[in-house]
């Protein structure tokens, strides 16, 4: 089959490019109003674009109506937000922060999480998280009814039992992080295997001086 951009619906792009690239990492965003009411929401739009300087990239898109959603409007106003990523043990608190609830209420109350001051930015971070990103706004793109934020990360908090004692290399067993397919649908990370570049073909990256360590594929 074959699908002209162009042409096509707009629920209709959408619906192809959320089946096809996939699965997509959760970002559950808090921030705060300018009331200090806390506000907590998840977003399947996200991923990490550098690491220096340590950039996530959010991509938010306005309600049906046209009206800003709470995340955009706390984002513009303070420069600040917290990521956080998603296990199992919170899915289905993930889930109840995406209702669109009042203006007025508290998503991480009402989601039964719990919230903790952040180490440099206002928003809160969640204790229930298996790894939170303080990360204040360098950047925002204004896309007909989409706002894309690269956010730079300037704090990271870790569960302990996610790394290994000298902190570097994540542990497969205990962060499973899930990810979003299409519509209600989502996968967890539990069945990780390895896959290493060619040991006889590496010569010609480091003859080219492209050779670069990674945490992916680093021994230990």
């Not at 998603?86 to 669109?100: F, K, P, S």
Request: include cysteine; charge should be negative; proline fraction near 8%.
């Amino acid at each position: 089959m074959d699908f002209d951009f162009n042409r096509l619906p707009a629920q209709d792009r959408y619906r192809l490019l959320v089946s096809f690239v996939a699965p997509r990492p959760i970002a559950l965003v808090t921030t705060v109003d300018e009331n200090g009411i806390r506000n907590a929401a998840p977003m399947s739009f996200f991923n990490v674009f550098s690491q220096d300087p340590p950039i996530l990239i959010l991509g938010m898109q306005a309600r049906p109506n046209g009206s800003l959603k709470d995340t955009v409007r706390n984002i513009r106003r303070s420069g600040e937000f917290v990521v956080h990523m998603v296990d199992m043990a919170i899915a289905e608190q993930m889930i109840v922060t995406g209702i669109n609830f009042p203006g007025e209420v508290d998503e991480i109350e009402a989601a039964g999480l719990t919230a903790l001051p952040s180490a440099q930015v206002a928003p809160p971070r969640i204790a229930e998280s298996p790894c939170a990103m303080e990360c204040v706004v360098e950047q925002t793109i204004d896309y007909e009814r989409r706002c894309i934020v690269l956010g730079k990360v300037v704090h990271m908090h870790v569960r302990d039992e996610c790394l290994d004692a000298a902190g570097r290399y994540v542990q497969p067993d205990k962060y499973r992080p899930i990810a979003r397919l299409h519509a209600d649908n989502y996968i967890v990370a539990d069945n990780q295997f390895v896959l290493k570049k060619p040991a006889d073909l590496l010569h010609h990256e480091a003859a080219q001086g492209y050779a670069e360590p990674s945490l992916a594929t680093a021994p230990r």
